[in-house]
């Protein structure tokens, strides 16, 4: 079975576990795009997506908050369209089990130890950045959640 992390938002990212092999993907720019890379992993074998759920965060913009449940929506309708069964979950939820062990303050660099130690293997750094990206960590750490919920080695 391969597992999905999504961390919704434009600087989200999708995370892909089939048996050791992990991919990760930059969250597109369009549905479509969307749809090729989740229907890439679903057209090969069972899939079962853990999207972060969407919730309005203090201090965004009311055009910002819109924008992102669009994008939320956009994928919610994918992954019924694909008929790709899915999980949505709660930031502290999938974050209380994964951040286990860290000792690093904030949330974002208690992750960011998190998936470095958990997968040490995996590249976080974007091609062209200099910075560990937060998508991908929480994506990753999202998938990582998924396949202890559903007891996948």
Request: hydrophobic letters at 40%.
């Given at each position: 079975?391969?597992?999905?992390?999504?961390?919704?938002?434009?600087k989200?990212?999708i995370?892909?576990?089939?048996g050791?092999?992990?991919s990760?993907?930059?969250?597109?720019?369009d549905a479509l795009?969307?749809v090729?890379?989740?229907?890439?992993?679903?057209?090969?074998?069972?899939c079962?997506v853990?999207?972060?759920?969407?919730?309005?965060m203090?201090?965004?913009?009311?055009?910002?908050?819109?924008?992102y449940g669009?994008?939320?929506?956009?994928?919610?309708?994918?992954?019924?369209?694909?008929?790709?069964?899915?999980?949505?979950?709660?930031?502290?939820?999938?974050c209380?089990?994964?951040?286990?062990?860290?000792?690093?303050?904030e949330?974002k660099?208690?992750?960011?130890e998190?998936?470095?130690r958990?997968y040490p293997?995996?590249?976080?750094?974007?091609?062209?950045?200099?910075?560990?990206?937060?998508?991908y960590?929480?994506?990753?750490?999202?998938a990582?959640?998924?396949?202890?919920?559903?007891?996948?080695?």
């Open positions: 079975m391969i597992i999905i992390g999504i961390d919704p938002g434009q989200g990212a995370v892909a576990m089939d050791s092999e992990i990760l993907h930059q969250m597109p720019d795009e969307i090729r890379v989740l229907r890439s992993y679903s057209e090969k074998d069972e079962h853990f999207l972060e759920k969407s919730q309005a203090p201090g965004q913009g009311s055009v910002s908050m819109f924008n669009v994008g939320f929506g956009t994928l919610l309708g994918v992954l019924a369209a694909l008929k790709i069964p899915h999980t949505l979950v709660h930031p502290k939820t999938w209380k089990v994964m951040h286990q062990g860290t000792t690093a303050g949330a660099e208690r992750s960011l998190a998936a470095r958990l293997q995996v590249e976080l750094i974007r091609p062209r950045c200099r910075k560990p990206d937060e998508g960590i929480d994506a990753l750490l999202l990582g959640y998924a396949k202890r919920v559903l007891n996948i080695t």
